[in-house]
């Protein structure tokens, strides 16, 4: 596969990963009452809500990080159908898959445990709803990313054997 074609795919998956991620928080924020906008970014978008201490406690953490739980939850289930999936006779549904399932099980764990070191985000609400520190946070999602990781060098990949 040329480096055009995976470039494609991943970033169809990381669009993929955007509305179910942000969508979840929409329809939160529309359920709470509290959606306020979408603001544009420049690598995607952002549900914006009015202040998020209205709601605060579990609402809060449940808004800040159902979203991550949801695309996580996904790409368990993509992975546990994999043996199913690669059976598929369409390539390029395949190939969009794998890079689906590799975003959905390493793009949250990897930005709550360490990108958010940086740039804050849903690991504020998780936080300040659960009263919860942010290096617990962090730990468990670095152990979440960590057996993801295994995960998708040992199952994912080789159930592909994506020649290249």
């Excluded at 970033?11 to 939160?28: F, N, S, W």
């Excluded at 368990?76 to 975003?103: A, E, H, R």
Aim: hydrophobic letters at 50%; aromatic letters at 16%.
């Amino acid at each position: 596969m040329s480096y055009v074609r995976k470039y494609i795919y991943f970033l169809l998956a990381g669009l993929t990963y955007l509305i179910i991620h942000e969508g979840v928080h929409l329809i939160q924020a529309l359920i709470y009452g509290i959606y306020k906008g979408i603001r544009i970014l420049p690598l995607g978008i952002e549900i914006e809500i009015i202040q998020p201490l209205t709601i605060g406690g579990f609402k809060l953490a449940a808004f800040s990080g159902f979203s991550s739980v949801v695309t996580l939850f996904i790409g368990y289930i993509l992975l546990i159908l994999t043996p199913k999936l690669v059976k598929l006779n369409n390539q390029p549904i395949k190939n969009y898959l794998y890079y689906v399932t590799f975003v959905f099980l390493l793009l949250d764990p990897i930005y709550i445990s360490l990108l958010s070191l940086f740039v804050g985000g849903d690991i504020n609400g998780i936080a300040l709803g659960l009263n919860i520190s942010y290096l617990a946070i962090r730990g468990i999602w670095f152990v979440v990313g960590s057996i993801n990781v295994y995960l998708v060098s040992k199952k994912l990949y080789p159930a592909y054997i994506i020649k290249y």
